[in-house]
């Protein structure tokens, strides 16, 4: 199997590839049935292998999971496997049988990180205060230094009868004030996964998807 690349026709070759997906795709299975006293789920003919993320879109019984909660597959044999909160941890214990369901395998094994960054304000006090007339000593206004100060937008400003302001009062401070860490951030790439089988080691290869990708069975320019 050959990824060329449209334009230069840069090519990679890909040997005994048994299967081909992309990363941030979706696979969903239906037919899904569990038994509560073994905690063992049941997929016909199913792909899973241990450490993959699913999701519940549904399911009828099976209760102790939840839809829309990100599960890990463990204990794969077959056509049946189990499931855990984290990658690699203990089984989930349900306490009904699940009689129907769709299982959704997420394809996002493998992420690029942002370069580190910083210069984020997040809010750090919020303090009730009066503007004007008449100065009210139990709402003192009393802020750090180099915090920028504004009335919550989320919250009621009144004006009194002696025509003051009050309300809630919130003040953000940047990283660089307050020494937090640099912070990362998870981009959007989507990668082809060459599966070369459960017997290969590493199982899967990867390579970034780009515009005009050509998979095929033989190398540019010829037959």
Do not use: C
């Amino acid at each position: 199997m050959f990824l060329i690349r449209a334009g230069t026709f840069q090519y990679a070759k890909y040997s005994k590839v048994v299967g081909l997906d992309v990363t941030g795709a979706q696979q969903a299975y239906s037919s899904v049935t569990g038994v509560a006293a073994t905690n063992v789920i049941t997929i016909a003919n199913n792909s899973l292998a241990n450490d993959m993320p699913v999701y519940w879109q549904s399911i009828t019984g099976g209760a102790g999971f939840s839809v829309n909660t990100t599960y890990w597959v463990i204990s794969v044999s077959g056509d049946t496997f189990k499931l855990s909160t984290t990658k690699g941890g203990s089984e989930v214990n349900f306490t009904t049988n699940i009689t129907a369901g769709t299982l959704v395998y997420n394809v996002n094994d493998i992420y690029i990180a942002s370069a580190p960054y910083r210069d984020i304000w997040n809010n750090s006090f919020d303090q009730k205060v009066q503007i004007g007339g008449v100065v009210n000593s139990a709402l003192p206004l009393s802020f750090p230094s180099s915090y920028a100060l504004a009335f919550d937008p989320d919250s009621a400003i009144t004006i009194t009868a002696d025509h003051a302001l009050t309300g809630t009062m919130k003040a953000w401070a940047s990283d660089d004030i307050e020494h937090v860490a640099l912070r990362q951030t998870q981009l959007k790439r989507s990668f082809w996964r060459f599966d070369f089988g459960t017997g290969a080691t590493p199982r899967y290869g990867y390579a970034e998807v780009l515009p005009g990708d050509i998979i095929a069975d033989n190398p540019p320019n010829t037959p």
